[in-house]
Nanobody, 122 residues
């Protein structure tokens, strides 16, 4: 069974930094895309950043220049370095992965972590 587990959320003052980590585990053959989304109460989940297995990255406009996504393919992990945090960045951050599991007979299935709360105080 595949699962994603996030870590690294917490409380930080505006202007500070946090680093989120996400580890995918289970019967994984390959992961095409990994990324981070965020969601505030009552709002839709939106993309923050993602990265392909080849290293191509994509960022939401509101985090460009502040956040950096990276990935360790050997460990099936993705990271989000968040700098210059603002109160508007307060949200639950969810890890995402597009996983193929030949053992389970699943190709390109979407998996989500349970989320980690990031709170930025002013």
């Amino acid at each position: 069974q595949v699962q994603l587990v996030e870590s690294g959320g917490g409380l930080v003052q505006a202007g500070g930094s946090l680093r989120l980590s996400c580890a995918a585990s289970g019967s994984i053959s390959s992961i095409r895309r990994m990324g981070w989304y965020r969601q505030a109460p009552g709002e839709q989940r939106g993309l923050v950043a993602d990265v392909t297995s080849g290293g191509s990255t994509n960022y939401a406009d509101f985090v460009k220049g502040r956040f950096t996504i990276s990935r360790d393919n050997a460990k099936n992990m993705v990271f989000l370095q968040m700098n210059s945090l603002k109160p508007d960045d307060t949200d639950v951050y969810y890890c995402y992965a597009d996983i193929t599991s030949l053992v389970a007979g699943l190709w390109g299935m979407d998996y989500w972590g349970k989320g980690t709360l990031v709170t930025v105080s002013s």
